[in-house]
């Protein structure tokens, strides 16, 4: 009940929506592919999710060649999750060489926004298949 100076009172009702906090995870898989031909590797992994949400994935793939040559490249890929997992996967397209069959690294994290916030990331050895 509400009132004014002047005495008025009021009642009202109204419905509270509790929306618990978003929570999301991001794994990545332990294998990955490469196309031989042009060297662009293919990262793949999950997104959990508590309720539907778009989740922003981003992360570096690094593969060292021959214990000299560094392949670095920065991937990104929005998801749109779906409770309870949603798979991922990106195209990573090196600026300094190519990719090759061989083990390699990913950095990845992953980042949610609606009514709150959560994010997660994984480090991962990764084997990269020619295809």
């Known amino acids: 009940m509400a009132s004014d100076r002047s005495g008025n009172t009021a009642t009202a009702t109204f ?3 509790i929306v618990v906090p978003l929570d999301i995870s991001l794994q990545a898989d332990a294998t990955g ?3 031989i031909v042009t060297g662009v590797a293919t990262v793949r992994g999950t997104v959990t999710c508590n309720r539907r949400a778009f989740v922003s994935v981003s ?3 690094k593969q060292t060649i021959a214990q000299r040559a560094v392949i670095d490249a920065f991937f ?3 998801v749109d999750c779906v409770p309870p997992a ?4 990106a195209s990573v397209t090196p600026g300094n ?3 090759v069959a061989g083990p390699a690294q990913i950095n990845a994290s992953a980042f949610a926004c609606d009514f709150s916030c959560d994010s ?3 480090a991962v050895n990764v084997i990269l298949r020619g295809r």
């Open 86 to 89: 949603t798979r991922w996967s």
């Open 15 to 17: 419905n509270v929506t």
């Open 59 to 61: 992360g570096d793939l």
């Open 76 to 78: 990104f890929r929005g």
């Open 97 to 99: 060489g190519r990719y």
């Open 120 to 122: 997660d990331s994984a």
């Open 33 to 35: 592919s490469v196309d």
